[in-house]
């Protein structure tokens, strides 16, 4: 089955970075993507950003661009998501998700990473 294990979140000040993994198992189909979304308190989720694995394409929220990139490990089977400069906005619960394209909806989802930007 499929299994998405998320580390790399905490609390960081505003203007700071983090770098969050995605490591991820069982994918039975040919194509398949990794994704990020998040959840604010209080708030829906949101897509972030996604890579197909298959061609390293990437997709990233208009609101993240410029500050956070996806990249994959395929030798390791782990995604990350390198945020710099870091603005309050940003918190928010992290999730890795995956599919067999960044189209969303995304079928599978981790447990989710705190990621806390206060000074």
């Known amino acids: 089955e499929v299994q998405l294990v998320e580390s790399g979140g905490g609390l960081v000040q505003p203007g700071g970075s983090l770098r969050l993994s995605c490591a991820y198992s069982?994918?039975?189909?040919?194509?398949?993507?990794i994704g990020w979304f998040r959840q604010a308190p209080g708030k829906g989720r949101e897509g972030v950003s996604c890579i197909t694995i298959s061609d390293g394409s990437t997709y990233y929220a208009n609101y993240v661009k410029g500050r956070f990139t996806i990249s994959s490990d395929n030798a390791k089977n782990t995604v990350y998501l390198q945020m710099n400069n870091l603005k309050p906005e940003d918190t928010a619960v992290y999730y890795c998700?995956?599919?067999?394209?960044?189209?969303?909806?995304?079928?599978?989802w981790g447990q989710g990473t705190q990621v806390t930007v206060s000074s």
């Open positions: 069982g994918f039975t189909f040919d194509d398949y993507a």
């Open positions: 998700t995956a599919d067999t394209n960044c189209t969303p909806p995304p079928g599978y």
